[in-house]
């Protein structure tokens, strides 16, 4: 009976995204606009899973007092409050992104946790926009993604060409309206792959925002879906149909096998409604 058991942290740091190796031009290309010889900082936020077989003696998979202590004496504690890159030996040698934070992490809690419980994700936030997702279980290999997410609002009527006017309105509902109705629709893309070692990043931000923003932010940051935009105009706008889309544009940019590769679009419609399509 393997349960899974998540211990959350937070810690603040400074880094910068600067490789003395490279000219102050090669670092504006691989870095974007993060690209600079002096720090900044960010909140990070950590979340690690354990997974283990529960203990039927105390009904616990691993006593969370132990987890919480591996966590803080190896990372939070080495972490917090430190310039990354001039403070901690390990970013001497690796670049300060997230993905090289998550493996930080996952390096050191891995033989640090108590007996019977066993690593099986990092997650690390540096932003509410963006965040890296380090997983292995069991014999799998391991997995590295990161994902930045997007706004934008739009509106849009659901309405199928290939139903008569009666079967939609009884099949959408209000969401008929001729007029139409709106959505703050929120993105998140998610690229799977293998850190570049020199860079650290799976893939470069300052790029994907430039191609989420030409395939996806202009084209339909307020338009009205089935009036504005040739993609819609013979396909109802739901947003599982909207989720498709984003994920045919961006897979035109964005490779889907290999590595790096596009694993996942996601739209939220509402706080209540999410679609997740992955190809």
């Known amino acids: 009976m393997t349960v899974y058991l998540k211990r959350k942290a937070t810690f603040s740091?400074?880094?910068?995204?600067?490789?003395?190796?490279?000219?102050?031009?090669?670092n504006r290309a691989r870095f974007g606009i993060w690209a600079g010889r002096e720090p900044h900082g960010h909140n990070y936020a950590v979340s690690v899973t354990v997974a283990g077989e529960v203990d039927r003696r105390t009904g616990m998979v691993v006593n969370i007092t132990d987890v919480n202590h591996a966590l803080k004496s190896r990372i939070i504690d080495v972490l917090d409050g430190r310039f990354l890159n001039r403070e901690v030996p390990f970013f001497e040698a690796n670049a300060t992104t997230i993905e090289n934070v998550a493996k930080f992490i996952w390096e050191g809690l891995e033989q640090n946790l108590p007996n019977g419980s066993t690593l099986t994700t990092v997650q690390v936030w540096e932003m509410e926009t963006l965040w890296t997702v380090r997983n292995k279980e069991g014999d799998s290999e391991m997995t590295t993604s990161?994902?930045?997410?997007?706004?934008?609002?739009?509106?849009?009527?659901?309405?199928?060409?290939?139903?008569?006017?009666?079967?939609?309105?009884?099949?959408?509902?209000?969401?008929?309206?001729?007029?139409?109705?709106?959505?703050?629709?929120?993105?998140?893309?998610?690229?799977?792959?293998?850190?570049d070692p020199a860079t650290g990043m799976i893939f470069s931000i300052d790029e994907l925002d430039r191609i989420v923003d030409e395939e996806v932010l202009k084209?339909?940051?307020?338009?009205?879906?089935?009036?504005?935009?040739?993609?819609?105009?013979?396909?109802?706008?739901?947003?599982?149909?909207?989720?498709?889309?984003?994920?045919?544009?961006?897979?035109?940019?964005?490779?889907?096998?290999?590595?790096?590769?596009?694993?996942?679009?996601?739209?939220?419609?509402?706080a209540r409604n999410s679609f997740e399509y992955r190809g």
């Open 146 to 195: 990161l994902t930045r997410t997007y706004d934008f609002s739009a509106s849009h009527r659901l309405h199928s060409l290939h139903l008569t006017d009666e079967e939609n309105r009884e099949i959408f509902g209000k969401c008929n309206n001729p007029n139409g109705h709106g959505h703050n629709y929120g993105i998140e893309v998610t690229i799977q792959g293998a850190p």
């Open 219 to 270: 084209p339909f940051d307020h338009k009205h879906l089935n009036l504005d935009t040739p993609e819609f105009a013979e396909i109802n706008p739901t947003s599982e149909m909207l989720t498709v889309v984003i994920w045919e544009k961006l897979s035109k940019r964005i490779p889907t096998t290999g590595t790096p590769r596009l694993l996942k679009v996601v739209v939220n419609e509402t």
């Open 13 to 26: 740091a400074a880094h910068n995204y600067w490789l003395p190796s490279l000219s102050a031009e090669e």
